[in-house]
């Protein structure tokens, strides 16, 4: 059984940083894509980036592009998104999830498994 544990979310100015993590168990962690999406409040969810299974490619919305870094430790099955000079605007839910075999990293549909979530609030 698959299971995304986030954490590492919580409240900051803007202009700070996080990060957060995912620990992924249940799975061969290698052979996953992972991703980092986000749902801001009454909207949809959103994704924010993703690292590639084989090579460790990283893929980013503009957004969010030379702010926010993901990156993963294959031996501690953990995912990690940093996140600098965050932005009243990048308030959500922040979720980790794996993708087996798409490549469409921005696609919500195209992940197989989700964690519960983690609350991300900047403030202005």
């Known amino acids: 059984q698959v299971q995304l544990v986030e954490s590492g979310g919580g409240l900051v100015q803007a202009g700070g940083s996080l990060r957060l993590s995912c620990v992924a168990s249940g799975l061969p962690f290698s052979w996953y894509a992972m991703g980092w999406f986000r749902q801001p409040p009454g909207k949809e969810r959103e994704f924010v980036a993703a690292?590639?299974?084989?090579?460790?490619?990283?893929y980013y919305t503009d957004s969010v592009k030379g702010r926010f870094t993901i990156s993963r430790d294959i031996a501690k099955r953990t995912v990690y998104l940093q996140m600098n000079s965050l932005k009243p605007e990048d308030t959500a839910v922040y979720y980790c999830?794996?993708?087996?075999?798409?490549?469409?990293?921005?696609?919500?549909?195209?992940?197989?498994?989700w964690g519960q979530g983690t609350q991300v609030t900047v403030s202005s």
């Open positions: 690292i590639s299974r084989s090579t460790g490619t990283t």
């Open positions: 999830a794996v993708q087996r075999y798409s490549n469409s990293w921005s696609e919500v549909s195209q992940y197989d498994s």
